[in-house]
């Protein structure tokens, strides 16, 4: 791995420690003793009387404000300016970190695949520079230190979650809209502009089962605020500590899901796709059929069915082989979707097959067929016997819910297989070490400055660590903007997927960390605001993601809302109403 591309990074890092140096001088004032007077060197005064108003004085060094730095060496400062250009520094080494972790999780995800790999660390990896900010800003100094800076963890946790469902979820709505026909926006067409119903964009339907694994993950937040509905300052700590249970558990049920949800979803695309062979063999046979496949009552034509099966027997032994059920599925002709002949024809032969002799009888066919037939009618909603069109409804439903499910051609997707697997594991363990390292040695020294910046300008450092340090952290929002503005279906998926699952962690993960603090450090559990302002933002778009696959370019409207409405209420609540 060259070291060339992060020299800059190196260098700045360098210039940052000579620059803030932590420096002391002595400011000059009026006084009217005569010690450490010093003249201005222009007037000089008639009497002693007028020697406070020509002569300047040295403040004493040991009365001037002064700040710990941070491991000994690590520059501060108590101006404004200077700590801003320090947040700034700071900041921006937190988002290097976050970018590295990230990129380096990717990078072992591709090696090694999904599983272990993407169900464990690539979330808790992802969201390690938030829970290291959390984790340093409750274990510094004594409980009552620790009690005013943990609000920097809180501020944190709440201003990423909103900030990742509010503006960085609006913004993948307008970077990636495209125009929706029939309820679905349709890959690389963008021809509307900015029509609030005509464009938008559309998702599978494991993005919403994101969203609400995502609502669900709010279930803690509940739990603490309990004894502060009901006012019982006595059941806090025990309040705090099931929540914290419950926390992690989330956490531990989320991984698990992560892991197995691969397995899980190839068997349901598996299942998609078999149902949508079925339908359109159902198509097939009631073009090729010589009358209706259903009678009038409504019921399966046995007659009918029973010509079809001869009609595709071609060896007229009496029963379907392997061989004539692959001729019927290319000449059903699947263009629409990716279709292995082979596996498609195993499938049908387990589902026609009942008596095991890896051959299809006419009554065999004919049970199979009706139990078909029977499923379409009921997933078309067909309720007349003489309805004829409900084949051509359940074919169409079927390819909907393939498509749904993400079971698209992935061909344009596809990772290249890397020349040298080695090399490139290295690469991925160097920027994971790198970034953990970065995040590890930059978190406590971020605390200090938002707390120092605070104290400089009065500046509640709830709203510092709300505002701005979620900017530092949500290295996922320009890769999410990025990956939607591709204006695919699949793309999009995966990034709002990536948004769910991204504050799914915060929710479990860093919560579980802060509930830690405030349990064995024994603070007071004093956020209602901030949780209530959590909960609202999680459940109003968990909701709205879980009930609804496209999002018309209005929705990004409501996600942008909420930004300035989250802010706007925790400082009614805590500042009007003095909730905090």
């Known amino acids: 791995m060259s070291i060339k591309p992060y020299v800059p990074f190196?260098?700045?890092?360098?210039?940052?420690?000579?620059?803030?140096?932590?420096?002391?001088?002595?400011?000059?004032?009026?006084?009217?003793?005569?010690?450490?007077?010093?003249?201005?060197?222009?007037?000089?005064?008639?009497?002693?009387?007028?020697?406070?108003?020509?002569?300047?004085?040295?403040?004493?060094?040991?009365?001037?404000?002064?700040?710990?730095?941070?491991?000994?060496?690590?520059?501060c400062t108590t101006t404004v300016v200077g700590n801003m250009f320090l947040m700034l520094v700071y900041g921006y080494l937190m988002y290097s970190a976050a970018k590295w972790l990230s990129s380096g999780s990717e990078?072992?995800?591709?090696?090694?695949?999904?599983?272990?790999?993407?169900?464990?660390?690539?979330?808790?990896?992802?969201?390690?520079?938030?829970?290291?900010?959390?984790?340093?800003?409750?274990?510094?100094?004594?409980?009552?230190?620790?009690?005013?800076?943990?609000?920097?963890?809180?501020?944190?946790?709440?201003?990423?979650?909103?900030?990742?469902?509010s503006l960085i979820w609006g913004s993948c709505v307008v970077v990636g809209k495209c125009d929706i026909e029939n309820s679905t926006a349709k890959d690389n067409k963008d021809t509307k502009g900015f029509n609030f119903t005509g464009s938008g964009v559309s998702t599978d339907i494991w993005t919403s089962y994101s969203a609400r694994i995502m609502a669900v993950s709010v279930i803690p937040f509940l739990i603490v605020q309990i004894p502060q509905v009901l006012n019982s300052y006595s059941e806090?700590?025990?309040?705090?500590?099931?929540?914290?249970?419950?926390?992690?558990?989330?956490?531990?049920?989320?991984c698990i899901y992560q892991v197995c949800q691969p397995w899980v979803q190839k068997r349901h695309i598996a299942y998609a796709k078999h149902k949508h062979v079925i339908s359109g063999i159902l198509q097939h046979l009631k073009m090729r059929a010589l009358g209706w496949l259903l009678d009038d009552d409504g019921e399966p034509n046995k007659e009918v069915i029973d010509k079809l099966f001869c009609t595709i027997d071609q060896d007229n032994d009496g029963y379907l082989s392997a061989t004539e059920l692959r001729a019927l599925i290319i000449g059903v002709r699947f263009d629409q979707i990716e279709l292995n002949k082979d596996d498609a024809v195993e499938k049908l032969m387990q589902e026609f097959d009942t008596s095991h002799d890896s051959r299809i009888d006419m009554n065999e066919f004919f049970t199979g067929v009706s139990k078909w037939l029977n499923v379409a009618k009921r997933v078309a909603n067909s309720k007349s016997p003489s309805d004829r069109k409900f084949l051509t409804d359940f074919h169409s439903r079927t390819k909907q819910e393939h498509d749904l499910?993400?079971?698209?051609?992935?061909?344009?997707?596809?990772?290249?297989?890397?020349?040298?697997?080695?090399?490139?594991?290295?690469?991925?363990?160097?920027?994971?070490?790198?970034?953990?390292?970065?995040?590890?040695?930059?978190?406590?020294?971020?605390?200090?400055?938002?707390?120092?910046?605070?104290?400089?300008t009065s500046i509640p450092n709830f709203f510092i660590s709300f505002i701005i340090l979620p900017l530092f952290t949500a290295s996922e929002g320009v890769s999410a903007i990025t990956f939607a503005s591709r204006k695919k279906i699949r793309t999009a998926s995966l990034t709002f997927s990536q948004l769910y699952g991204s504050v799914t962690?915060?929710?479990?993960?860093?919560?579980?960390?802060?509930?830690?603090?405030?349990?064995?450090?024994e603070l007071t559990w004093d956020f209602s605001a901030e949780v209530l302002v959590i909960l609202i933002v999680c459940i109003v778009m968990g909701v709205f993601g879980s009930f609804r696959t496209t999002f018309p370019l209005w929705t990004s409207s409501i996600a942008f809302i909420l930004y300035p409405f989250s802010v706007a209420l925790i400082y009614v609540l805590d500042f009007v109403f003095g909730w905090s």
């Open 405 to 456: 499910l993400g079971a698209g051609d992935q061909s344009e997707e596809a990772i290249e297989e890397r020349k040298n697997i080695k090399l490139a594991f290295l690469k991925a363990v160097g920027m994971l070490l790198v970034g953990t390292l970065i995040a590890a040695v930059v978190a406590e020294p971020l605390v200090d400055v938002v707390d120092n910046f605070s104290d400089a």
């Open 236 to 254: 806090r700590r025990i309040a705090v500590l099931i929540a914290l249970i419950v926390s992690v558990t989330l956490f531990v049920s989320y």
């Open 107 to 165: 990078i072992l995800l591709e090696i090694l695949g999904p599983g272990i790999v993407g169900g464990l660390f690539l979330p808790v990896l992802t969201s390690l520079p938030d829970a290291m900010l959390i984790l340093v800003s409750g274990l510094s100094g004594s409980t009552e230190t620790a009690q005013s800076q943990v609000s920097v963890g809180i501020g944190l946790l709440a201003g990423s979650t909103v900030l990742v469902l």
């Open 10 to 75: 190196f260098f700045f890092f360098f210039l940052l420690l000579v620059l803030c140096s932590n420096a002391q001088g002595r400011f000059t004032s009026y006084r009217q003793s005569s010690t450490d007077l010093a003249s201005d060197g222009v007037n000089e005064p008639e009497s002693e009387s007028e020697t406070s108003s020509y002569l300047l004085s040295l403040t004493p060094l040991s009365v001037e404000s002064t700040c710990e730095e941070t491991y000994g060496f690590m520059p």
């Open 505 to 521: 962690m915060k929710n479990v993960l860093c919560l579980s960390v802060f509930l830690a603090l405030v349990y064995i450090r």
